[in-house]
């Protein structure tokens, strides 16, 4: 059934491929997406199914009769399971349920009558995007690749949008290829037996806030504690960030109790009133068959480190790349203690806590326990009173609130109380940024607003998927990055399981400026020891981020000469070389820079000779 090249395969933790319909045609189309290094998973006719770049540690098949069903990625089941379930299957809609129940974070292929599934995760951690390729339609994990089998070249349009701060939904999910189709992270693709017609099916509908925090808190325990054994019920040595903080906190712990050796990994800051250190070792202190490392603060890179060396492939700009350095450092020496895994408490922030937008429809229907709750927040963020009161009036819709942005996006950058009570922060460009770029990005959102649906009627809701789906865009790239490292990365907080267990709490308290992540502190009581659930701040690593624009400001220079941004007519390159000179010059500090950095290294990517070497590299 799986058919190996030589040198097949990266390691771990990197599996991408492409999916093709069981025809001659698409088989023809098939030899255009294999390459010396890859793999390929056929059909019971001998057609390709699945080519692409896999570990056998990332896949799980079965095959009955012409049917078929693969899961990429993490996922505790076995082939036999899988073969029940095909042997079972009358419809494929009928694995909507099955992958509402399963844990772990996977891309998910099945094969019927003909007829193709694929669909990813409703986190976004895992993306399905296809094209018509000679008459076929071929889906992939990645956009990128789709393009180059079609010889496509970016979107202007979409590279402008992309220098929006921030990209607002539903722009955000865009290709950068007008050939290439995103499919939702909500939804299936599911391709007809003529390998042709395509359509999208939803198969994941965020819960409804209901339980209340105590039953709500042991569901999120389960999840976690099941996301976490996924990775490491295998034993072997794993890896965790030990930050301190309560999400890497309650990994580690978790982690802990399982069969696997672990060894926490603390990079300090280098603020002074950084506080990361004495937490991480509070926390140490209570696991002593845990191997404790501390890196040396000095030696870890800043931001904006290495910008110009930047040569992974990916297949959209990613202001992860800012950080790319800081994320890959200490992996070299985790693979040297024996790490196949690192576990990471990203996305903590962003389910067990939740956006104060929910407050908006509370006010209407608890008025009086809105209240009280906002005056906290009041003093908690230090917001005026007229604008909470006019963000909490403001009953636009949501492509009303979209539509009023695009037509203001070169004003100020607006109250943090209208983004943290309202639909979201409305993007904005910046000086350096042409008038071309802004009519461009403006059509693009003047077109998505005529449509445009929020990701759920609550504004709350809303924002906290449409976070969570800004963060693993950034992630399912350093996802990568980690992996051609040597140790790949995995962040169990953001899947799908995990998200609904925290969702399904009522946000009333879930967010509260009277208690920090109550909803995370309650489901780890008993498992994370109460002097390390004390912690009620975090480290904004502001320093390493201002140090970084100081010492990298020759680095940042040199990427506006001969910028592909400036020669797309994008950009103004000499007020950007200007600026690179003035590292000190206020609004920097607010990452205002990290999108136009994140689309012009993401256009040099494209055009480095050793793309294509990379691609196919073992």
Not at 33 to 60: C, N
Not at 202 to 215: G, H, I, N, V
Not at 418 to 424: H, M, V
Not at 575 to 582: E, G, H, P, S
């Amino acid at each position: 059934m799986t058919e190996t090249h030589p040198g097949a395969g990266r390691g771990p933790g990197d599996a991408h491929f492409a999916v093709f319909p069981d025809r001659a045609d698409a088989a023809a189309v098939a030899r255009c997406f294999a390459r010396p290094q890859t793999r390929t998973l056929t059909y019971a006719s001998g057609r390709p199914w699945l080519v692409g770049h896999w570990h056998d540690e990332d896949i799980v098949t079965a095959r009955v009769g012409t049917d078929a069903l693969a899961l990429v990625g993490c996922c505790p089941v076995d082939s036999a399971e899988l073969e029940r379930r095909i042997g079972r299957l009358r419809d494929l809609s009928e694995l909507d349920a099955w992958a509402r129940s399963l844990p772990g974070s996977f891309h998910l292929v099945a094969a019927r009558d003909g007829q193709l599934r694929a669909q990813g995760t409703a986190s976004g951690l895992r993306l399905v995007f296809h094209a018509l390729v000679d008459g076929v339609r071929v889906a992939a994990t990645s956009a990128d690749v789709l393009a180059d089998a079609l010889g496509a070249e970016p979107d202007e349009e979409q590279v402008a949008v992309r220098l929006l701060w921030p990209v607002p939904h539903p722009l955000l999910e865009a290709p950068l290829w007008r050939e290439v189709t995103a499919v939702p992270p909500q939804d299936a693709l599911i391709v007809a037996a003529d390998g042709r017609s395509v359509r999208h099916s939803r198969w994941w509908t965020p819960p409804e806030p209901t339980r209340s925090l105590a039953d709500g808190a042991p569901l999120v325990r389960d999840a976690l504690t099941g996301a976490v054994d996924a990775r490491t019920r295998q034993g072997g040595v794993v890896s965790c960030d030990l930050s301190g903080g309560l999400d890497s906190t309650s990994i580690t712990f978790l982690a802990a109790r399982s069969p696997a050796k672990v060894v926490a990994s603390t990079w300090p800051g280098r603020d002074p009133a950084d506080t990361d250190l004495y937490w991480a070792s509070q926390a140490a202190g209570c696991l002593p068959q845990v191997e404790h490392v501390v890196w040396n603060a000095d030696d870890s890179p800043l931001v904006y480190d290495d910008l110009l060396g930047i040569d992974d492939l990916l297949d959209e700009p990613t202001i992860g790349v800012m950080d790319r350095s800081r994320v890959l450092h200490h992996l070299p020496g985790l693979a040297r203690r024996g790490s196949r895994l690192h576990l990471t408490g990203i996305g903590g922030d962003h389910v067990a806590w939740c956006s104060e937008a929910y407050y908006h429809r509370l006010l209407r229907r608890r008025p009086l326990f809105a209240v009280r709750q906002l005056r906290g927040f009041r003093a908690l963020w230090q917001w005026p009173l007229g604008g909470m009161a006019r963000a909490l009036a403001d009953s636009r819709p949501y492509g009303t609130w979209l539509a009023d942005a695009g037509r203001d996006l070169r004003g100020p950058l607006p109250a943090s109380v209208s983004s943290g009570l309202g639909w979201g922060m409305a993007p904005r460009l910046f000086d350096w940024v042409t008038p071309e770029a802004e009519r461009l990005a403006g059509r693009a959102l003047r077109a998505a607003a005529a449509t445009a649906v929020p990701l759920h009627p609550d504004r709350g809701l809303h924002t906290d998927l449409e976070q969570i789906r800004s963060c693993t865009r950034i992630i399912r790239q350093w996802d990568r990055m980690a992996a051609r490292a040597g140790v790949p990365m995995a962040s169990p907080f953001f899947d799908d399981r995990v998200i609904e267990a925290c969702l399904a709490v009522r946000p009333s308290e879930r967010v509260t400026p009277w208690r920090y992540k109550p909803l995370l502190t309650t489901a780890m009581r008993g498992i994370v020891p109460e002097s390390c659930l004390g912690r009620t701040n975090k480290a904004a690593a502001s320093m390493d981020a201002s140090n970084g624009l100081r010492e990298h400001r020759g680095d940042l220079l040199a990427l506006w000469e001969d910028s592909r941004l400036e020669r797309l007519g994008l950009v103004d390159g000499e007020a950007l070389r200007r600026l690179a000179q003035r590292p000190a010059t206020p609004g920097l500090r607010d990452a205002i820079l990290y999108s136009t950095i994140a689309g012009e290294v993401w256009l040099r990517s494209l055009s480095r000779p050793a793309r294509d070497r990379a691609r196919t590299a073992p």
